[in-house]
Nanobody
């Protein structure tokens, strides 16, 4: 079983919304800092948002006010609600779990296109 599996990507018009979901099979999920990263070809993977086990949240500046990260420890799920999507949000989005060593999902493509 994959430790992390993303879903919810797709194609959306500028200004639209998508919600990404990530389900985990990691037993210590509630202790992990869970994050969403994104990557476009030729560029480094960048942090979009993360949330600690205690609920502290961090966003990269470019998504503040538009994206919301949340988690459900009982379901071992983490979500990324993305509103007011822009062309520059187009990327492969990866779920990450940090327990001192990283776990990664395979990624889900988000394309913002008119």
């Amino acid at each position: 079983q994959e430790p992390l599996a993303e879903s919810g990507g797709g194609e959306v018009q500028p200004g639209g919304s998508l919600t990404l979901s990530c389900v985990s099979s990691i037993s210590a999920f509630s202790l992990a800092t869970m994050g969403w990263y994104r990557q476009v070809p030729g560029r480094q993977r960048e942090l979009v948002a993360d949330i600690t086990g205690g609920g502290t949240i961090k966003y990269t500046d470019s998504v503040k006010g538009r994206f919301t990260i949340s988690r459900d420890n009982a379901k071992k799920m983490v979500y990324l609600q993305m509103n007011s999507l822009k062309f520059e949000d187009t990327a492969v989005y990866y779920c990450n779990a940090d327990l001192g060593y990283p776990f990664w999902g395979r990624g889900t493509q988000v394309t913002v296109s008119s």
